[in-house]
């Protein structure tokens, strides 16, 4: 078990920068892959962006593609989003989210199925 507490979110105006966080704590040695989600009102959670955590390689949907920034400090066990450029569309309730399978594919593909463990989410908002 993998227990996960986002903070950072917040109400930003449109061109602004948030950073999340995403604290990890329990069975943290069996994560291979991190990565943040979020979900719009009447929508479906989405990935944002991950990190396969042995190799430290990052992957990002198209939308957030040079905005936003996935890293890790694995001596804090804490998962950070660095998100620049924000815009209204970027609106959302954000989650962290640990997947377990050590194959960097599920990673790299950002499916909600492939992560076992989910934080309760932060809120971001972005005004116009």
């Known amino acids: 078990q993998v227990q996960l507490v986002e903070s950072g979110g917040g109400s930003v105006q449109a061109g602004g920068s948030l950073r999340l966080s995403c604290a990890a704590s329990?069975?943290?040695?069996?994560?291979?892959?991190m990565g943040w989600f979020r979900q719009a009102p009447g929508k479906e959670r989405e990935g944002v962006a991950s990190i396969y955590t042995e190799e430290d390689s990052t992957y990002y949907a198209d939308s957030v593609k040079g905005r936003f920034t996935i890293s890790q400090d694995s001596a804090k066990n804490t998962l950070y989003l660095q998100m620049n450029s924000l815009k209204p569309e970027d609106t959302a309730m954000y989650y962290c989210?640990?997947?377990?399978?050590?194959?960097?594919?599920?990673?790299?593909?950002?499916?909600?199925?492939?992560?076992?463990?989910w934080g309760q989410g932060t809120q971001v908002t972005v005004s116009s």
């Open positions: 989210a640990a997947g377990f399978y050590g194959y960097e594919p599920l990673c790299r593909r950002l499916g909600t199925s492939d992560f076992g463990s």
């Open positions: 329990g069975y943290t040695y069996q994560t291979y892959c």
